[in-house]
């Protein structure tokens, strides 16, 4: 659109506006509902009203399919999902591979960042394959490395090359949560990446020239020019990585089914079996809540720790 | 210098003449980052080249190949018989028109009522527009996952348009509740926020009605924002599973995602796994490979919340 467009259009508005606008601010009132009508209703019903009910639900011994209708039967499930060792276990795996896959993925991304911001003939193509596992469906790639962690697969045929025996990935207890820590990282590193560029690119050359002429070495520069400027592009990806690494439960549900011995159940794979497959709708609405309050209560601590010390903005 | 940056940041300055690339040499630049990029090209595509290898390949030729580069190279015997088996066991073409059908019709109804709830709250000021727009940006904190078992019980509950009880096993619950998207309407409010207000003013002032300057002067402007929506709708409804698995038990409506579960329960052909992780994951890749720019500005641009 031209500057001169605009200018027009701002001369005529402004010659022209006033009482003429005003009259119709009660049409424009209605308008305005009109247009916001189906994204409300539509996320009244499939957003608002289902949260609403995990809290009602969670209290009650509703079923997906009953001909009874649910009863109110105050904290039972709590009581009896605070009793449950698997949601302990799932919990304490979930916590885990959070912990785990927070600091690696996004290092690992902010170095593809690093190594492709850069204006090299051919950047591009490094660029379109790191990103490829993002593109694929977590579907596609959990079956892709569920064959590739065959005892008998590809990855220990490699192994086998340099000398190591690799061990039953998926079907050892002490390797299956690890096993799927590693192929989440591969699949997710490239949307991060992406996220990373964005923020580097908007650091001014500037900074580094002056900071080169002040003698800066490379790590320096990285430390002192680039790691401030990715300030806010920082503290999303740890929020967003955080929470889709508790919503962890494509690759569980295809890989794994949560065992071997529980070793890698999660919340809300522990959700999905009790909700879908066992129908207690009421139990799940009381997992979904823990976990709800769990994501709450940690993007709120992530966002306290990471708030801007020098200035409220 | 740490001030500094950060209110660069934050203003989002438009890509200075030097890339920070060109500033700042070293790693980027040595033999050394060279051989790093090539390594990790190799772990993140080795994976996907093995998959299309071995889709042509007998489990038998497979396995023999393993140890060696034979297992990403496309040489021995090499066959469709994994494809036509996919075919003979599963009804493919169903399952590929189903995850089509709901994608598009996604991103088609997205665009619509979020474009229109998006202009609503950008262009024209009604009481408690800014309360509107601090609920629906709130619940971009609810993960799917948390709310997804009450809201199967919920769609089981409600009646459908034909008056029946509940929404399950239907076209329709694969794609309704996920077509207003708070995220949508938020990238469109920011794109539409950039476009100047007196443009539509002048309209107003020329007798146009919003519904017309929202169809002929905002969202004709509106193009980059509309691919990036589109974008970012149509991957996460091309991928969705654990939805569909829950709320479709009649095979002619499954998607091609929630299909793959067939090739698990029965004896495993390893061959025609990845024969149907191949055929699902190639519609996606040719529309990356085509619109590459646009993907990546899109998932740049979801950056930009925060």
Redesign the interface.
Known sequence: MSAAVVAAARATASSRSGHSLKKTDKHSHRTALLMLLPAGVLMITFLLIPIGLTFVLAFTNARLISPEPAKFIGVGNFTRLFENATFWKSLGNTVLFAVVIVPIQSAVALALAVLINTRMRGVNFFRTVYFLPVVTSMVVVSMLWMFMYQPNGLINALLAKVGIQGPDWLGDPHWALLALILMSIWQACGFHMVIWLSGLQTIPGELYEAASLDGASRWQQFAYVTWPGLRQTAIFILITITIAAFSLFTQVNIMTQGGPLDSTSTVVFMAVRTGFQQQQTGYASAISLVFFVIVLAVSLIQRYLTRDKEAGR | ??????T???K??R???????????????TVL?MI??IA??L???L??V??IV?SFKPDLQI?AD??TWK?FLPVGSMNLDNYLGVFDRVPFATFLMNSVLISVSTVALGL???S??A???SR????G?KV?LGV?LA?L????????????????T?PYFDGSQGWLDTYAVQI?????N?FS?YLFYQYFDS??K??D??A???GA???RI?RSIIMP?AGPAIATVSILTF?PA??S??WP??VVQTESLRPA?VG?DY??QLNVS?GQ??AY?SM??LP??VM??AF?RA??NS????????
């Not at chain 2, 210098?1 to 950060?6: D, N, P």
């Not at chain 2, 890509?15 to 060109?22: A, K, Q, V």
């Not at chain 2, 309704?176 to 207003?180: N, Q, T, V």
């Open positions: 210098m740490s001030a500094t940056a950060t660069n940041v934050s989002k300055q890509r200075p003449e030097l890339r920070p690339g060109e500033a700042q040499p070293g790693l980027p630049r980052g790093l990029r990790l090209c772990v993140f595509g994976p996907l093995f998959m071995s396995f393993l140890g297992a619509v009522v979020n229109m709830a202009f609503a709250l024209i000021t009604f009481r527009h509107v629906i619940t904190i609810v993960p799917f996952e948390t709310m997804a078992l009450p809201l199967l019980w919920w769609v089981n409600i309704i509740p996920f077509a207003a708070a309407i476009i100047p007196e443009l003013e002048a107003r002032v020329d009605g919003w519904f929202y402007l991957l091309w991928n599973y654990l698995l829950m995602m793959i090739f698990k390893w796994i990845m992780a699902i994951t996606v890749l990356f490979i590459q993907f990546i998932i740049a641009s979801s950056g930009v919340k925060g």
